[in-house]
């Protein structure tokens, strides 16, 4: 029952590093999320992948690019890291048809920046 | 735009009392709502969701959320608290944009509830 699987799971960074949050599903569901979690603030979109092949941006997409690999797999990169970047990563995967479907959520990336 | 709201930071209940989370939305059309629970350094669990029909929805762990047209809400009920249900409660709609389904979620800011023994 991995479901989503999110590495690493912690990760501190120097200003300016680069850095790729990798995440993997095993539902083979079509859409997936990338999510920053920021106290007081909710979850906030950075990226999603509608379906393999297909990339959009979500909410807070600056600083930030994504790889849809395959189905099952969707990075996150950070090319230039800044402080103001320092958060929880949350990966999130839902079937495409049927937007009712609930997406389901791997145990996140805390990742602070120097 | 579609939003959701969350009025309360935190909700501190009495364990076996009944516990009610607050989350107001607003929506164009039909909206498709949802609860989601995170416990420490976990992601987000589905709890329930509203798509259509009772207004009275039940879902997992005893909890259940009544939806209200009237008054926009969508309010997370459970009519007797646990120690264990401590923990973060995300109210959250699906995002409607002209452009058509995309499946994603408009999240409120979260609302931490306590239950003391």
């Known amino acids: 029952n991995a479901g989503v699987t999110q590495t690493p799971k912690f990760q501190v960074l120097k200003t300016g590093q680069s850095m790729t949050l990798q995440c993997a599903q095993d539902?083979?569901?079509?859409?997936m999320y990338w999510y920053r979690q920021d106290p007081g603030m909710g979850l906030r979109l950075i990226y999603y992948?509608?379906?393999?092949?297909?990339?959009d941006k979500g909410e807070v997409p600056n600083g930030y690019n994504v790889s849809r690999l395959n189905k099952r797999e969707f990075s996150l990169r950070l090319e230039s890291a800044a402080p103001s970047q320092t958060s929880v990563y949350f990966c999130?995967?839902?079937?495409?048809?049927?937007?009712?479907?609930?997406?389901?959520f791997g145990d996140g990336t805390r990742l602070s920046i120097l | 735009a579609q939003s959701v709201a969350q009025p309360e930071d935190q909700v501190n209940v009495a364990e076996g009392n009944p516990l009610t989370v607050k989350c107001t939305y607003s929506?164009?059309?039909?909206?498709?709502l949802f609860w989601y629970v995170q416990y420490p350094n976990r992601g987000l669990q589905f709890l329930l969701k509203?798509?259509?029909?009772?207004?009275l929805v039940k879902g997992s762990y005893g909890f259940e959320a009544e939806f209200n047209k009237s008054q926009t809400s969508f309010h997370l009920k459970k009519p007797s608290a646990l120690v264990s249900d401590s923990a973060l409660y995300f109210c959250?709609?699906?995002?409607?944009?002209?452009?058509?389904?995309?499946?994603?979620?408009?999240f409120g800011q979260g609302t931490t509830l306590q239950v003391k023994p």
């Open positions: 959250a709609v699906r995002d409607r944009p002209p452009s058509g389904n995309t499946g994603k979620l408009i």
């Open positions: 539902m083979n569901h079509n859409s």
């Open positions: 929506v164009s059309g039909n909206p498709y």
């Open positions: 509203y798509i259509t029909g009772d207004n």
């Open positions: 999130a995967s839902s079937h495409l048809t049927g937007a009712n479907q609930p997406q389901h």
């Open positions: 992948s509608a379906s393999e092949g297909t990339t």
